[in-house]
């Protein structure tokens, strides 16, 4: 096999943790399930399209009962979907739904993968899945994975039936299947055959559903199922309850399980490669039989397991040691087998409950700096180790200190971050992306989950004379009054950051734009000037420069007047100092409880959007959903608007306002809104503007939406430039007070809209048509009425990705809306 310095930095990122790695209190049978798991040599790799598409029931029993190593290929990080705890989406809530599968896969065992692929919303069929996706360049990242990770057979979530559901899950089962055959052809990609070498699986299946229904196999399929309900004795759970804490791991997505109790099972049908007759793994050789001391390997691992002590684990070390060596006399860069070899490792630190931390005295340091560290290490077993040294940023720090007994070593390490050391930027959104895929220039990086550690220290210590090394991230530890001790990654950021006021800055109605740029510095204030990269020639003006020297920041108040075009102009703002160096990032961070802070460095840029709009001096009222953007748009379009989060709404309450827009899927998570609907429609026949956005099926606590009956249906029109049909003279909103044109429908992003109702009363207008080609026409994506003294709006078109896109036609129809509250 062929291996060099790129593979094994791609096995490392894979392999090693985020966060830290420690191996106290692992309980025994948890070690001696992963014994079990080390002399196992079976691998499968599961296939699909997004995070939440996996089968965590199957990924975990094949995972804890068969004890296979097993991998979940996403061709996407789920981009393009929704997001129920916040307000990021795009390449946030990417970064989000990312780290939430990682999460799943520590909870059911499983490894993580994933394409370049951009998830770029719903879609309905394949054929429109890679009109936006580039096949052939798709087709090489799984061929590459399969070649990377070597599966013995391989799992598609989906078949490759068009219509049956989401066009992105289709596309992933017939990538699957073409590079079933392609891995193993040294004709494909042979480009990648520098860093491995050709792979055949054994057979690819479908993991074969009903929707609910017990599956029903056609006639002649040949198919095995897996009884995923049973307990596990060694684990004191059942496969079930592991996947439900898995799936409950994708909280973006609103995916909390409970397990299902007693029998239950899952289905895989052969599609491709040889037939069995009772198992699917059969004919698959165990990888121990072609290694050296393979024989002498299995019966090593036999006897610790058979004669494996549960109460006195550092008894179970002198055998584990002889597995060690038998392993180090392996000579293989296969995966699987540094899987093995680091996997030994694990256990015996484990059995000796050691504690290996790498701590940083604080979360972040700036390029340029230095930084106070501490390697912490702790044996508490009766075994001697030896602490002999850590190589970390290419140096060697020698300790050479032997504990035992519970002792513990704590040294201190200084780092230093050179101007050309990495800053901790997420490897695939280094470059721009181009036809909705990732630009990932390094091969060895395609199929990472996320960067390995900003920093690492290699530690080597021995047992029995016996040299072990383990990777350990470098972290950031400290304790929470709440939540106790609190551990977080390292990062590593640039030294100057630019942070802009507004992500869309508006210019509306003649008026110049005026907004703050902020440029804060590692150290001390940096001479230089700031730039903006895309207008015209004196389109825009610094007003006032203030410096900050104790908040090490310089903040500059620009304008923007009326030589910019109208629409909307994307603009780059950069720092250039007077030595000739540009920044031009700002900086990022996400928190949420149950995944790491995730940081990153977007590009410095803004959306200049430039309109000749008609608007009112407006209040608005803007009870949230599931969490957008929307009201910052408003605020900056120069609405009034007041976050409606609490106290009752009653027609009293709602009376000063001239709009009430209520959030996304409101009426999925909001229950104020369920229980007073009838005060809103209140509001309304009194002469109020109400605005509701879309709502999906799935957990609608109420079919009453509207002051008349209406339902919704899950249609949808996912091509943004799709065909769309107005009657111009069938409402106000079309014609005022900003008038509306089929070109405002142009330049939409990612689909027109969602969950469109289907049925609804006659007494709704509804003037617009949409519909993907090859579909009938749908007019629900506006339904309008005026009922009493007031107006009512329902709209299922993607308010919550337009607007905060600075799409100006639907910056234009959605003020228009809001201005029927000019009553």
């Known amino acids: 096999m062929k291996l060099n310095t790129s593979l094994f930095l791609f096995l490392f990122s894979v392999l090693c943790p985020l966060v830290s790695w420690s191996a106290d209190r692992h309980p025994s049978s948890e070690i001696y399930h992963q014994l079990l798991k080390l002399r196992e040599t079976k691998r499968v790799l599961y296939i699909a399209a997004h995070p939440d598409d996996e089968n965590t029931r199957l990924i975990a029993y094949l995972g804890n009962k068969e004890h296979l190593q097993v991998g979940y290929l996403s061709l996407t990080r789920g981009d393009g979907g929704q997001n129920l705890i916040g307000k990021e989406l795009g390449v946030e809530l990417g970064m989000i739904r990312t780290q939430e599968l990682l999460r799943a896969r520590e909870t059911d065992g499983g490894q993580q993968f994933f394409s370049r692929a951009i998830d770029f919303g719903y879609s309905k069929n394949p054929n429109e899945t890679l009109n936006n996706w580039d096949k052939e360049k798709l087709l090489s990242d799984v061929v590459w994975i399969i070649r990377n990770y070597q599966p013995d057979i391989i799992i598609n979530r989906f078949n490759t039936t068009p219509g049956t559901t989401h066009g992105h899950h289709t596309t992933s089962a017939i990538l699957s299947i073409e590079a079933f055959s392609a891995a193993a052809d040294p004709n494909a990609f042979p480009e990648q055959l520098d860093m491995v070498e050709t792979w055949k699986a054994k057979r690819v299946f479908w993991n074969a559903y009903s929707w609910g229904r017990p599956y029903e196999p056609e006639a002649g399929s040949l198919y095995h199922a897996f009884p995923v309900g049973e307990y596990n004795d060694l684990l004191g759970t059942t496969y079930a309850q592991i996947a439900a804490d898995s799936r409950t791991m994708h909280k973006s997505q609103g995916f909390g399980s409970t397990a299902s109790v007693g029998n239950s099972e899952d289905v895989i049908e052969l599609v491709e490669g040889e037939k069995f007759e009772s198992s699917p793994f059969e004919g698959i050789e165990n990888r121990w039989n072609n290694v050296a001391h393979g024989d002498q390997i299995k019966v090593a691992l036999d006897k610790v397991i058979k004669e494996f002590d549960f109460v006195h684990l550092d008894k179970n070390i002198p055998a584990l040691i002889e597995i060690k060596k038998l392993l180090d006399d392996v000579d293989s860069s296969e995966k699987w087998v540094l899987d093995k070899k680091k996997l030994i490792n694990e256990i015996i630190a484990q059995s000796l409950g050691l504690k290996i931390e790498f701590l940083a005295e604080k979360q972040q340091a700036y390029l340029g700096e230095e930084l106070s560290s501490t390697l912490l290490f702790n044996n508490p077993s009766p075994v001697p180790v030896e602490l002999v040294k850590i190589d ?179 603009v780059k703002a950069q720092y250039v100092t007077v030595s000739g160096d540009i920044f031009d990032t700002g900086l990022r961070h996400i928190s949420y409880k149950h995944i790491p802070e995730l940081t990153y460095f977007p590009e410095a840029t803004f959306d200049l959007i430039k309109l000749d709009l008609k608007m009112s001096d407006q209040r608005i009222g803007y009870i949230p959903g599931a969490g957008d953007d929307v009201p910052e748009v408003l605020k900056s379009l120069g609405y009034n608007v007041t976050m409606l989060e609490s106290g009752r ?41 109400l605005i509701v956005q879309y709502n999906t099926t799935a957990s609608l606590k109420t079919n009453h939406l509207g002051p008349y009956p209406f339902d919704i249906s899950r249609k949808r029109v996912s091509v943004e430039d799709s065909p769309v049909e107005i009657d111009f003279k069938a409402h106000k909103v079309l014609q005022g007070p900003n008038k509306i044109s089929i070109e405002d429908f142009d330049n939409w992003i990612q689909e027109r809209g969602l969950y469109f109702p289907d049925h609804w009363d006659e007494h709704y207008v509804t003037p617009i048509s949409m519909h993907d080609l090859g579909e009938s026409p749908s007019k629900g994506s506006l339904l309008l009425v005026n009922y009493g003294k007031g107006a009512y709006t329902y709209s299922g078109i993607s308010w919550f990705r337009l607007l905060p896109a600075g799409v100006p036609g639907a910056i234009k129809l959605f003020v228009n809306l809001i201005e029927q509250g000019n009553g």
């Open 392 to 570: 970390v940023q290419g140096g060697n720090h020698s300790i050479n200190t032997t504990l035992t007994n519970n002792e513990v070593k704590r040294e201190p390490i200084r780092l230093e971050f050179g101007k050309d050391s990495p800053i901790s930027q997420p490897y695939w959104i280094e470059n721009e992306p181009k036809d909705n895929l990732f630009q990932v220039k390094e091969q060895s990086k395609i199929g990472m989950p996320f960067n390995g550690p900003t920093v690492s220290g290699k530690v080597t210590f021995k047992v029995a004379d016996e040299l072990l090394e383990m990777d350990i991230p470098l972290k950031y530890k400290y304790n929470d009054p709440v939540d106790g001790e609190v551990n977080q990654p390292f990062v590593v950021l640039p030294p100057v950051q630019l942070s802009i006021e507004q992500e869309q800055v508006y210019a509306i109605s003649g008026k110049p734009a005026i907004f703050s740029i902020n440029v804060s510095f590692a150290k001390d204030i940096v001479d230089g000037k700031l730039e903006l990269i895309g207008l015209p020639q004196g389109a825009y003006k610094v007003l006032n420069e203030f410096s900050h020297p104790e908040k090490k920041e310089k903040i500059y108040q620009l304008s923007i007047n009326g030589d910019a075009k109208l629409g909307k102009t994307t």
């Open 649 to 689: 709404l009653t027609k009293e309450s709602l009376a000063p306002f001239n709009t009430i827009i209520i959030g996304i899927r409101a009426f999925n998570v909001n229950d104020q809104v369920v229980e007073q609907f009838n005060d809103l429609m209140e509001y309304v026949e009194s002469g109020g503007n």
